[in-house]
């Protein structure tokens, strides 16, 4: 196989498995104080409420997260190589985690209204079409959950939490494009 075919051909399998952005070299080893600040700012904490944050080397494509330490502190972990303009999104959306008073979700359908909870506090109280696609396709693609309960479950949860009725069915719309051309995708493996 050429090495264009070799390549096209991983650039298709990294589509259907799920996409995050990733910098071969680049991102940060240290966070900025002033990234920091103003993510906090952005969601509403306080400075002296920000929980530790620290850089770690991660698999490639794995995205930050928050833990709870052996003291019991709540910390957030932001991969290394994260592009530094993702980096600020990335902060929002733990410091939203730790904002609603994180807790190890202990089901999927707890998971997902965890997830849509800091969404809804990351876009100014509100849920859209984009937060509730990008749910959804993290969830089938990158933790290989099925497909037509996810998108039943994050739908009905959004419904839930007061997302409009036009968000959901435009979520669903380009669900449904996106689905047919991975499947296009498929044929050129």
Not at 18 to 24: C, E, I, L, V
Not at 55 to 67: A, D, L, R, S
Not at 109 to 121: F, G
């Amino acid at each position: 196989m050429t090495e264009a075919k070799e390549q096209t051909k991983e650039q298709i399998l990294e589509l259907l498995k799920g996409y995050r952005p990733t910098t071969k070299r680049g991102g940060y080893k240290e966070i900025p104080r002033k990234v920091i600040l103003k993510a906090a700012e952005q969601i509403g904490i306080p400075e002296k409420d920000i929980p530790q944050i620290r850089v770690e080397n991660m698999k490639m494509g794995q995205g930050g997260y928050i833990h709870k330490t052996p003291q019991g502190e709540i910390e957030i972990v932001v991969p290394r190589r994260e592009p530094k303009q993702v980096v600020p999104d990335t902060l929002r959306h733990e410091l939203a985690h730790a904002k609603n008073g994180f807790v190890v979700p202990s089901t999927w359908e707890n998971y997902i209204e965890d997830e849509l909870k800091a969404l809804k506090l990351q876009g100014n109280g509100r849920l859209t079409c984009d937060d509730i696609s990008g749910l959804i396709l993290t969830l089938v693609l990158e933790d290989k959950q099925p497909k037509r309960e996810t998108t039943h479950l994050v739908t009905d949860t959004a419904r839930y939490m007061g997302a409009s009725e036009h968000s959901i069915t435009s979520a669903k719309r380009f669900l449904r494009r996106h689905w047919r051309r991975l499947e296009q995708l498929k044929e050129y493996l």
